[in-house]
């Protein structure tokens, strides 16, 4: 529980924020967006977890939460079972399909890594959208149940989303702090040399693959029941480009950067939405542009993405103030030593 | 029988821009060890762009000849301005900048031209020749043509010029070859612009047969990536074998098992055989392993 001093600012401050929003934009559209924030947090951590900490790639985490989303709907419309159930089935199938695709793809590295969940992304998405008995096909599902929490209000949704991603956020900066993580950040650095002090680099990186599947697909199974409805097409390359221009935005190396750069692409397709509203030459893709140009800038100029910078620089001031201090202090002593 | 060779004839004709694709994808990664996600839309742009200026009265093959040198120029400046600029950059972050020039392409073409799907005229006219009862539209043996010229021409520039020695050298030993005053940041701009040129021209003639869009670069692109790997990554020929290989088996298995799933087959051969084989069916030349 160490994480609790190091991090009990930051956290304090996610907290009080999270808690509040709902109260600073009382209105169900902001409401909304929260929500799918969260949804997409959720998501977004865990990809952290594969690519800043295992040092992986992964282009095909739409693919885990459309698998997620699905389960849950599939089970509940279809079956009737409880929307309970249905998003406990959503986090196993979805981490059962990361099992054994990791299982298969773990010597795989570099580009051959990127290519191969690429491939599996396709190949869910054109399979849900295939399997036109149990998926609905195209046409995809529809009246999906709800979760029954505390009332069927957008407010207790939001409340109840943003408890899964207080989990999720927890459950990963405590992983970070343990030794697992620091067994990730020697893999991170050197492969070889983490397999010589012991660690079972494969073990760990398909554990990371694994929990983030998890992820993605618990926050699938929350998506559709929040929605209602269902078709294949949010589940494709486009939606996992973006999963990866959050956490790349916000540094890979970071879970608080996966937030951040999450609450941040998400803030810049509201804008890009309402300006929208206003020039009516900026309908349609114009936030690809935006996307793919935020993702070419960063990598350029700010590789590690905004948390780590902003850390780097908040550390290096503290320090110069340190040291502004520590020389204020002996030069107190040598002036108080030249008195005497 | 009949039907077979059909299905046959038409994976030729697809599996031939697929090796286009995938032997500009490794033009580029032999010399400057990236794999360029964006190669897909350098097709795209082809294709598009020869629309565009058709659409302002152009003849047919300046317009064609414009878009070539456009694209080619796109890819100068890609790798002078950004590619070059994080020469240092690790695998992981290679692959996400290309992803993120090919995303800025993308919405750059949807912005421009809309996302409506347009055709270009056959170069000769739309009338299938038949052979052996086999339907091959006119246009195919053009593509097939203009693959066969690119792949002898290119494989006349690697193997028989000093420029394809000088790319070659920077390939193996980018110090050995400094050292003997060959540019490998020259070779590697020359290598963009091939893979460009290469590009837009097998946009171009996949235009009337299939129609193009904003989005088409995607697929083509991955599916030429899909290709190279099969092929081995580093090894142009068994890429281009590969090429043809994976666009007869998807044509089979669009034809006998569903259309729909046409896509998927193509993926789960690419991923079947990353796991018997990562190094690809002709094995990789040694230029370096997946980027690492």
Request: aromatic share 10%; charged share 10%.
């Amino acid at each position: 529980m160490q994480w609790i001093n190091k991090w009990g600012k930051s956290f304090g401050i996610y907290l009080l924020f999270v808690l509040i929003f709902p109260f600073i934009m009382p209105d169900e559209y902001y409401r909304s967006v929260g929500i799918i924030i969260g949804l997409h947090a959720i998501v977004t951590i865990g990809l952290c977890l594969v690519m800043g900490l295992a040092g992986q790639i992964s282009l095909g985490q739409a693919a885990f939460w459309g698998i997620g989303a699905y389960t849950s709907a599939v089970l509940t419309t279809k079956y009737g079972l409880p929307p309970l159930v249905g998003l406990i089935a959503s986090a196993i199938l979805p981490g059962l399909f990361a099992f054994i695709l990791g299982r298969a793809i773990a010597g795989l590295q570099g580009y051959y890594l990127a290519m191969a969940t690429l491939a599996f992304g396709y190949i869910v998405q054109i399979g849900i959208t295939e399997w036109e008995p149990v998926t609905g096909g195209a046409n995809g599902l529809i009246s999906i149940p709800s979760v029954p929490v505390f009332g069927d209000s957008e407010l207790s949704m939001y409340y109840l989303i943003w408890g899964v991603v207080t989990c999720v956020l927890l459950f990963s900066l405590n992983l970070l702090h343990s030794r697992v993580g620091r067994a990730f950040r020697a893999i991170h650095k050197s492969e070889i040399a983490a397999t010589s002090m012991g660690i079972d680099v494969r073990k760990f990186k398909l554990n990371a693959f694994v929990i983030s599947g998890m992820f993605a697909g618990i926050s699938g199974g929350l998506y559709a029941h929040y929605m209602g409805i269902l078709d294949p097409q949010p589940f494709g390359l486009h939606e996992s480009i973006k999963f990866l221009t959050m956490v790349v935005i916000g540094g890979m190396t970071s879970i608080w950067g996966a937030l951040v750069g999450t609450v941040l692409i998400n803030s810049i397709s509201e804008g890009l939405i309402m300006l929208s509203e206003v020039i009516p030459g900026l309908q349609g893709d114009f936030d690809t542009i935006v996307f793919g140009a935020i993702l070419v800038l960063i990598i350029m100029f700010m590789p590690e993405g905004i948390v780590p910078r902003i850390r780097a620089a908040y550390e290096k001031s503290a320090a110069k103030k340190a040291k502004a201090n520590q020389a204020q202090q002996s030069e107190q002593v040598v002036e108080r030593k030249a008195a005497t | 029988m009949t039907e077979l060779l059909q299905y046959v004839a038409n994976g030729l004709v697809s599996g031939g821009i697929y090796a286009i694709v995938a032997v500009g994808f490794i033009t580029i990664y032999s010399v400057s060890k990236v794999i360029n996600l964006a190669q897909g839309e350098f097709l795209m742009l082809g294709g598009m762009m020869t629309v565009a200026l058709i659409g302002m009265n152009i003849p047919y093959g300046a317009a064609a000849l414009l878009a070539v040198i456009a694209v080619t120029l796109i890819g100068v400046l890609m790798q002078k301005y950004v590619i070059a600029y994080v020469k240092k950059a690790n695998p992981i972050s290679l692959i996400i900048l290309t992803i993120g020039i090919s995303t800025l392409i993308r919405g750059v073409a949807s912005f421009i031209w809309g996302k409506d799907a347009f055709a270009l005229p056959p170069i000769t006219s739309n009338e299938p020749i038949s052979v052996a009862g086999v339907n091959i539209a006119q246009q195919s043996i053009w593509i097939l043509l203009a693959v066969l010229i690119i792949l002898l021409l290119l494989w006349f520039l690697m193997d028989k010029t000093i420029l394809g020695k000088k790319i070659n050298a920077c390939s193996i030993n980018p110090m050995a070859a400094r050292l003997m005053g060959i540019s490998p940041a020259k070779m590697s701009m020359l290598a963009f612009a091939i893979s460009g040129a290469t590009g837009a021209i097998a946009g171009i003639v996949i235009a009337p047969l299939s129609v193009t869009s904003y989005d088409i670069g995607v697929l083509l692109g991955i599916k030429g990536f899909s290709a190279a790997i099969l092929g081995g990554l580093g090894n142009p020929l068994g890429a281009a074998v590969a090429a043809f290989l994976l666009g007869i088996v998807e044509s089979l298995g669009a034809g006998y098992i569903s259309s729909g799933m046409k896509d998927a087959i193509a993926f789960l051969v690419l991923i079947a055989v990353l796991l018997i084989k990562p190094s690809g069916i002709f094995g990789e030349r040694s230029v370096g392993k997946g980027g690492l």
